[in-house]
């Protein structure tokens, strides 16, 4: 397990000059054919040596079924899920034997109701994250059926079309609002819903007569009880999930992923994180949905390695108090917790420049000691400076997962030197991004259960996401578009191996645009292989869009350069193929903005400010000054903005549930800005 370094050296599994392998195109063929070059993990594993890519930790783990039943017998039958009922409760837990009762009990007692075991049956989970999620999940795999989360940022027709297409008859939810909104769209399929709570008698009457069955979680698990089913675990490469991924455009994709997909990608991860691995000492908060592969696969770790899970109370506002009751080890996160932690530690020095200038001591002296490979909590400043800062999240957190969206360089600093621990920083779509010592990362997405890469323990050189995983291979495929070679070392990123999708349930074409005929996956995101072996990602394939003197240009590339600042929080880059410029839309970092506006006397709301000429131009020359750090080419640069003063959200329909900009929408959305900035460059 991966405690406090101290002084003690990391020694990488591998040489860290060299840590990838590169393969011949054609196996049968002494001689490269094509300029296309394929690496693989140099890791050593069971079947690297014959050429075969890693499936699985042990021979008795080859099924999610099996992953459970392994941590049950690595923690002894130690506690496995917990929760509590109230902020000012302590937390109460059921152990691995009595999970695994329950939830072969709830999955025989939907058999009971009807329900028929195997592949072709799926059903639906609409819940927070909570012990039945996991025993709704758990009890599929017992009787070989297939688990397909809900969300509510999917959207009521989302989840109306995920019901139709998956022909799902059993749905679970957590609250009555849920039920309200299923019978209110009355999907097809559904007959049967189940509440992990009491539902209100004139909700049971409304799916009566609408022809929907009710019942309690609990009556179902008695019913299972009673019929006492034998388990059909499942094979390998059956079915074990269909997580929807929203997109920005169209309808949800459903990505099927296997068994083997899950327990390769995962026991892949377990092996490249080598002693940061959980193990069964280790407690898990749970509170990022586990409709979203990063949670999931947060979990799935755990439970394969013993571990604890102890869930939120379902509002994220008592999030504090739950960790205070819990003191996880482990914490998967999204930047806006750790950004309004960081808010709040200066916040509270502001008013007194001696305590500002003694956190600030301590982060330098803390930041030095990372630098030189020394991860600790207990050193001078920890104790005197930094304590509350880490009591604030139970005291005992030594691996953090950051997702979803990218952190600020300066608050991932400062948690890294505040808490002492490990964090790993998410990278692509549900992917993982792990840093360490200095800067380690790591690069995925849905497609490949989440990560696929994950930089080695002890290479503290950033700017990279590491060598693949053992599970699969990568390679990099011309994109001649944007001038990206293969034969250069740069290209379109495809992976293929254990933890690769099958594809998009029910809709082939999807999955023939995503997947050659040679099983690679083409990510839409641009990598370059450095010479040590890694990869790094430098740019996006997709969403790239023509200018009127031919030249083609990548927004999310710009957009990337430009929210380096500071004063920047959320940005859109749109070009048109009859303009010759790029504009953008740029909302502003409310509290730098007030800073500076405060500094510079420009008084006014935010809304003010956003219709200030002034603080146009000092965003500008802001901006200008990073292009040209960044080498941006004429065209690539950012013309004109539009300030405005209201983030981008899944609220209000400009982001996905993900966290990603759906051009489309904000094309319409500022559709007026956008052609009064265009018309302003002619």
Partial sequence: MCSILGHRPVVPPVDVDDQSLPLRNNMFNDRWEGPELIRRSRIPYKGSKDGQYFKYLDDNTKTMFDAFRRGAKLSNNGPCLGWHEDKDKPYQWINYNESLLRAKNFAAGLLATGLKPGQETNVGVYTQNCPEWVLTEQGCYCYNMVIVPLYDTLGEEACTFIINQANISVVVVDNDTKIATLLGQRPRPLTHIVSTRPVKPELVQRAKDAGVRVSRFTEVEKLGAAANIKETPPKPEDLATICYTSGTTGDPKGVMLTHENLVADVGAVLIQLGECAPDHTDTLISFLPLAHMLERVCETAMYMQGGSVGFFLGDIRALMDDMK????????????????????????????????????????????????????????????????????????????????????????????????????????????????????????????????????????????????????????????????????????VCIRGTNVTQGYYKN??????????????????????????????????????????????????????????????????????????VVAVVVPDVDVLKAWATKNNVPGTLSVLCQSPKVKKHIMDDMNRLAKEANLKSFEQVKDIYLHPDPFSVQNNLLTPTLKAKRPELRKYFKPQLDDLYSKLT
């Fill in 325 to 492: 009751h819990l003191r996880p080890t482990l914490m998967p996160v999204v930047p806006r917790l750790l950004n309004r932690i960081y808010d709040k530690v200066w916040s509270n020095v502001a008013g007194s420049k001696f305590k500002t200038k003694m956190l600030q001591w301590a982060l330098d002296a803390k930041e030095a000691e990372i630098k030189r490979g020394i991860i600790r909590n207990d050193s001078f400043w920890d104790r005197l400076v930094l304590k509350k800062v880490r009591d604030s999240l139970g005291g005992r957190v030594r691996l953090m997962v950051v997702g979803s969206a990218p952190m600020a360089a300066n608050v991932l600093t400062f948690m890294r030197a505040a808490l002492g621990c490990t964090v790993l920083e998410g990278y692509g779509a549900g992917g993982i991004r792990c840093w360490r010592d200095t800067v380690l990362e790591g690069y995925g997405q849905t497609e490949c259960v989440a990560p696929c890469t994950l930089t080695l323990q002890g290479d503290a050189r950033p700017d990279h996401v590491g060598p693949p995983l053992p599970c699969c291979d990568i390679k990099l495929v011309d994109v001649p578009e944007m001038n990206y070679f293969a034969a250069s070392g740069q290209g379109e």
């Fill in 508 to 581: 082939p074409e999807k999955t023939r645009e995503t997947i050659d005929s040679d099983g690679w996956l083409h990510t839409g995101d641009v990598g370059q292989w450095l010479p040590n072996g890694t990869l790094r990602i430098i740019d996006r394939a997709k969403h790239i869009f023509k200018l009127s003197q031919g030249e083609y240009v990548a927004p999310e590339k710009v957009e990337n350069v430009y929210v380096r600042s500071q004063l920047i929080a959320q940005m859109f880059v749109h070009g048109e193929s009859l303009k010759s410029s």
